[in-house]
Every structure is written in structure tokens, then in C-alpha cells.
């Protein structure tokens, strides 16, 4: 099954701007207000190492969902609920650079 629009979508929400929108709200709110303890101290390094890391682990998720999918074979709309996860982080980050 060809799952290149799940992964698209996952690299998307949960790379790209959960990177971004993560790095944004750090600067408005600050490093303290960070949930995750890893994503906190990657913050404390700085916003570059952070973002590729970020990115570094959503690729290899990405790397790695087709064949999981396919072995658990869920449905496609599955890696689209990923997705959507990712866009709910993404925008609650919004919230906080913006309100």
C-alpha cells in the first residue's frame, strides 16, 4: 500500500511545524513552559540543535511507518490521525506565540 501522503503528513505536523510553532512558543513563554523534559533541554542548547533533532526523530518515524502500518495493517486514515495529532500540538503552540 502506497503510504506516501500518511507519511507527508506526519513529517509535516509533527516535524515541520511542531519544530517551528515549539521553537516560537519557547522564545514567547519561555524554555520553562516546555512540556516534554527532552524537547526542555534541547531548548536549553539551542533553537538549531533542537529543531534537527526534532526533525531527525520524525524522519526516522517516518522512515519507519509504512512498513509498521503495513505489518500492523491499519488503515490510512490511522497515519492521518497521527497527523492530526501533530496539527493539534502545532496549534496549540500557536496559541501561546499569539495570545
Same mark, same amino acid.
Given at each position: 500500500?502506497?503510504?506516501?501522503?500518511?507519511?507527508?503528513?506526519?513529517?509535516?505536523?509533527?516535524?515541520?511545524?511542531?519544530?517551528?510553532?515549539?521553537?516560537?512558543?519557547?522564545?514567547? #513563554?519561555?524554555?520553562?513552559?516546555?512540556?516534554?523534559? !527532552?524537547?526542555? /533541554?534541547?531548548?536549553? @542548547? =539551542?533553537?538549531?540543535?533542537? $529543531?534537527?533533532?526534532?526533525?531527525?526523530?520524525?524522519?526516522?518515524?517516518?522512515?519507519?511507518?509504512?512498513?509498521? #502500518?503495513?505489518a500492523?495493517?491499519?488503515?490510512?486514515? !490511522?497515519?492521518? /490521525?497521527?497527523?492530526? @495529532? =501533530?496539527?493539534?500540538?502545532? $496549534?496549540?503552540?500557536?496559541v501561546?506565540?499569539?495570545?
Open positions: 500500500m502506497d503510504r506516501s501522503g500518511e507519511v507527508a503528513a506526519i513529517f509535516t505536523t509533527h516535524g515541520a511545524l511542531d519544530a517551528a510553532t515549539t521553537i516560537g512558543a519557547a522564545r514567547v #513563554a519561555g524554555i520553562d513552559a516546555e512540556a516534554n523534559p !527532552v524537547v526542555r /533541554g534541547l531548548l536549553e @542548547i =539551542g533553537e538549531l540543535p533542537t $529543531a534537527l533533532v526534532m526533525l531527525a526523530a520524525v524522519i526516522v518515524c517516518c522512515v519507519l511507518w509504512p512498513t509498521a #502500518a503495513d500492523l495493517d491499519v488503515s490510512p486514515w !490511522v497515519g492521518f /490521525g497521527v497527523a492530526l @495529532i =501533530g496539527a493539534v500540538v502545532a $496549534a496549540v503552540n500557536l501561546v506565540i499569539f495570545a
